[in-house]
């Protein structure tokens, strides 16, 4: 007898319609041990694991656990095989308590709900070494604790195998490091882990072995103690790729885009950004770190115009922009994208063609009443062929399209217009490398074009290769500006979790002010006693 | 042996046609069976029923003319309807913008009637049909913008107001009400066919209403309205994604209000064909046209080419069967409603087919031979 594994897939092929997602994979997992699983975009890796959740049958294979073949038809019968999920988007019921969220999913829990339920769970959760109120609901918690109450549910239910689809995409450098604590503990218990993540340091830091998926194929698993970043993107990619990000030093100008003093409030009337001072020159690239939900996406959208503001004043090339319709701000350059957790929600409409989506900011341009087409598919085509989109056509639906695809398309399109002003949030969200390399270029390009991009990201170490400056926020508050080439991962995590504060570093000037500025000297320092 | 779902990338015309029109052939069978329970034979019915009672017939013209009456207020509702549905405003209310535009366009015959000459008395009825109708559904949209209130709870509330108008008008004998027919102690609605009746245009002995060239002229208009101008581009974003929109710069509030005001006063301009045909109002005026319209326009995918074959073949059903049952006296003309019911909930059948396939589950791997 061979090796026992925990489980073990074999030639596993999923296909929906003509997209093969899965084509003959063979992955092991033994007991004890983290496997990481990596590939780029499409790749299959969630298709893969969706199939050992329950959630989709394979077409063809075998899966074994323990040794015994099993057919895994529901979620419930991969519970039954101790087999549990953390998906990527949390499947959690946001009015109930940590507590119910676990109990609802229990089996034989009797009709009635006992007050012993919050007891049980908290001990449960502190067997595992897990700090957690069972009482709080759902919608007041923290990202990373609905994470935790995830895991929790998932070992209450008796999973010795773990899967974790992407857990430290939405977490903080100092809670991924805790979330790997945790995810180590459970394998010195006998756990099987499997996580999926793009980030090629993290499966280096967690993992034991690392499993390769390239277009739905299976390339191949290595010992991680074996390889490096290197060998990892050739086996992930096919080919060689150069995994620095350039820097392109720019005459920079004067500044485009002037915040001052910018409070603005978010859906449920708290403040979301707090008296808030920065400014874009052109030929840079700005960043904006932060914890997720920190003001970020409001930020964007009251430069966009879209989001009434409640102080303070916004200057693009010493006009003033507050008050002005998306569209007049658009006819500034001033081009905003938002790329949103599920990526299609603003800046295209998923079930139009590329052509039309390429039409959304200048229909109006066209003469008469009829929109021209010939100019959009003409757009459409331009972009295509500048960004390699892969698609069938440029009539194709904009949801048809792979996410790196969408994206290249709606950066492309903001590009093609001319800004001179760029403000991107997550652009690269969940993209593979490739991709994400692709959109680095293009804001790259921009930037020696003399643009001023305002570039929103959640990935500290593409931060600090891309940007020039990085701008931290901590709950709506400017934490400081740092040069990306001088700070450090942890003095940025520091800032954003608002135990560092470095807004009076230098002190020859209010921060966030240009000292050439276009604001009138009558205003000059409007606004400074708040911060 | 297992079967399971796999979607389908893309299904050709053919395939797509002879699926919709499998769906259809196997509501006849089962609608025939039925037919045969009750001891009719439907090859006979049917016969009777598609042919609409005109072969063999010496006025048959006259059947076709009764069938195009039945034929424009449902295709127009539908194109009307497409449109609100195509921004993913659930206008269900067309039974009740239906009813306002007929008693408008009535109003209009009754007061302007006896003093204009015809031809502006007819214009103006249809101007006040869609008047009355565009304002009832831009009420709701206009609520619904205002103040985020669900349209398809309004819209269908809305019909059941519009509904009882309609018949407390019907049922109140009183000397204001010259809607109704002075002469009968019963309250009965009184016709003013004598005072405007929309014009035919002869072609032999039969008739073409006018009505019906404007019904499709409409549809070719709003053909291209959606797919080219720039408003129906604004319909398509907005339905698609109310952020994109904004994000746009569109003025999200005032396209929601447009496209409601204009598809309800299509539906009022429908109205009004109706009564200027008709010539009498009644509280059955509608003819369900205001839900059939629903299902004409999901029919159709929201096609506006689709809808006017959609409608003409629910026509045909409807009056066909009305023909049928003055022969097969046992077979009362609601047969249609419950053939029109199968015939949907195949179509809808047929539409899982074209995105998806059936397969068996292969097993794959080697054979250990322990079940």
């Known amino acids: 007898m061979a090796e026992q594994y925990a489980i073990e897939m074999r030639g596993i092929t999923k296909t929906f319609g003509s997209v093969v997602a899965n084509k003959d994979v063979e992955l092991n997992v033994r007991p004890g041990e983290i496997l990481a699983l990596l590939g780029e975009n499409g790749s299959g890796k969630t298709t893969l694991m969706n199939m050992l959740s329950g959630i989709y049958a394979p077409d063809s294979g075998e899966i074994r656990v323990n040794g015994q073949p099993v057919t895994i038809a529901s979620p419930q019968d991969a519970k039954r095989l101790g087999i549990g999920m953390v998906h990527q988007h949390f499947k959690l019921v946001d009015v109930f308590s940590a507590a119910d969220n676990i109990w609802m999913g229990k089996e034989k829990a009797g009709f009635l709900l006992k007050k012993n339920r919050y007891d049980e769970i908290e001990a449960m959760a502190k067997k595992f070494g897990f700090d957690l109120d069972p009482r709080k609901k759902v919608h007041n918690m923290a990202v990373s604790e609905k994470q935790t109450l995830e895991i929790i549910k998932v070992l209450y239910y008796g999973a010795k195998v773990i899967i974790l689809d992407e857990p430290t995409a939405v977490l903080t450098v100092q809670e991924i490091q805790k979330l790997f604590g945790v995810l180590r503990r459970m394998k010195a218990d006998g756990h099987s882990v499997i996580i999926i993540t793009h980030k090629l340091n993290e499966v280096l830091d967690i993992s034991d072995r690392v499993a390769i998926l390239r277009k739905g194929e299976y390339v191949g698993t290595v010992n991680t103690a074996e390889t490096n970043e290197q060998q990892l993107t050739e086996y992930m990619v096919g080919r060689k790729v150069d995994l620095n990000i350039e820097r392109p030093v720019v005459e920079k100008t004067r500044p485009l885009l002037e915040i001052r003093d910018l409070t603005i409030k978010n859906d449920e009337g708290a403040v979301a950004i707090d008296h808030v001072n920065f400014y874009i020159r052109g030929g840079e690239i700005l960043g904006v770190a932060g914890i997720a939900g920190c003001g970020q996406k409001e930020l964007c959208e009251a430069i966009a115009g879209l989001r009434p503001i409640e102080q303070g004043q916004m200057i693009h090339k010493g006009d003033n922009i507050v008050g002005l319709s998306p569209k007049a701000i658009l006819d500034k350059g001033i081009s905003m994208s938002f790329i949103p957790e599920d990526r299609l929600g603003m800046g295209l409409a998923p079930s139009l063609s590329i052509t039309d989506n390429m039409l959304l900011k200048n229909y109006q341009d066209a003469k008469g009443p009829f929109v021209d087409r010939k100019q959009g598919r003409a757009d459409a085509e331009h972009v295509i062929q500048e960004l390699g989109v892969v698609t069938p056509s440029a009539e194709t639906p904009v949801r048809r399209l792979s996410g790196g695809n969408v994206q290249k398309v709606l950066l492309g399109r903001e590009i093609k217009a001319g800004p001179n002003v760029i403000i991107t949030a997550y652009p690269v969200r969940g993209l593979d490398i490739n991709s994400s390399y692709a959109i680095y270029n293009i804001l790259n390009q921009q930037k020696k074009d003399g643009v001023g991009v305002l570039f929103v990201g959640e990935d500290l170490d593409v931060m600090m290769a891309l940007c020039d400056k990085i701008m931290v926020l901590c709950h709506g508050k400017v934490m400081g500006v740092v040069h990306a080439h001088k700070t450090t991962k942890e003095e940025l995590g520091l800032m954003m979790t608002g135990s560092l504060d470095l807004t009076n570093k230098y002190e020859d000037k209010p921060a966030g002010f240009a000292k050439d500025t276009n604001f009138a000297p009558e205003n000059q320092g409007d606004g400074k006693g708040e911060t | ?371």
């Not at chain 2, 018949?167 to 005072?195: C, Q, V």
């Not at chain 2, 539409?351 to 396939?357: E, G, I, K, L, W």
Request: aromatic content about 12%.
């Open chain 2, 1 to 371: 042996m297992r079967f399971h779902v796999v979607k389908r990338d893309h299904c050709p015309l053919w395939k797509l046609l002879g699926l919709y029109v499998l769906a259809v052939a196997v509501a006849l069978v089962l609608g025939g069976l039925l037919l045969l329970a009750m001891g009719v034979n439907p090859i006979a019915y049917y016969g009777r029923m598609f042919t609409m009672g005109m072969v063999g017939n010496k006025i048959a013209y006259k059947s076709f003319e009764n069938y195009l009456k039945v034929f424009v207020p449902l295709a127009l509702t539908s194109v009307a309807l497409s449109l609100a549905f195509k921004m993913r405003f659930w206008n269900i209310g067309g039974e009740g913008q239906f009813i306002l535009g007929a008693v408008a366009a009535a109003t209009v015959a009754f007061k302007a009637g006896p003093v204009l000459p015809e031809p502006l008395t007819l214009v103006l009825m249809c101007l006040a049909g869609m008047l009355a109708a565009g304002l009832y559904g831009a009420f709701v949209a206009a609520l619904k913008v205002r103040f985020g209130t669900n349209e398809t709870l309004m819209t269908l509330m809305l019909n059941y107001v519009a509904l009882y108008f309609i018949t407390f008008l019907g049922e109140t004998k009183a000397p204001w009400n010259f809607y109704l027919d002075d002469t009968s102690a019963r309250p009965i609605f009184t016709s003013f066919a004598s005072l405007a009746s929309f014009p035919k245009i002869p072609i032999g002995k039969f008739g073409l209403n006018i009505c019906v060239i404007l019904t499709l002229l409409i549809g070719v208009l709003v053909y291209v309205y959606l797919k080219y101008s720039k408003q129906g581009y604004e319909i398509a974003v907005v339905g698609d994604s109310v952020g994109t929109a904004r994000y746009a710069g569109m003025k999200v509030n005032r396209i929601v209000l447009r496209t409601v005001f204009l598809s309800a006063c299509l539906i009022g301009l429908a109205a009004a064909f109706k009564v200027g045909t008709a010539g009498i109002l009644a509280t059955t005026i509608t003819d369900d046209v205001g839900w059939t319209g629903v299902i004409v326009a999901w029919l159709s995918q929201l096609n506006t080419g689709a809808i006017f074959v959609v409608s003409a073949l629910i026509s045909m059903l409807q009056y066909g069967s009305t023909t049928a049952a003055s022969t097969f006296s046992q077979v009362d003309s609601s047969f249609a409603d419950m053939l029109q019911g199968a015939i949907l909930f195949l179509v809808l059948a047929a539409d899982f087919y074209t995105r998806f396939r059936i397969v068996p589950v292969k097993k794959g791997g080697n054979d250990n031979g322990n079940g």
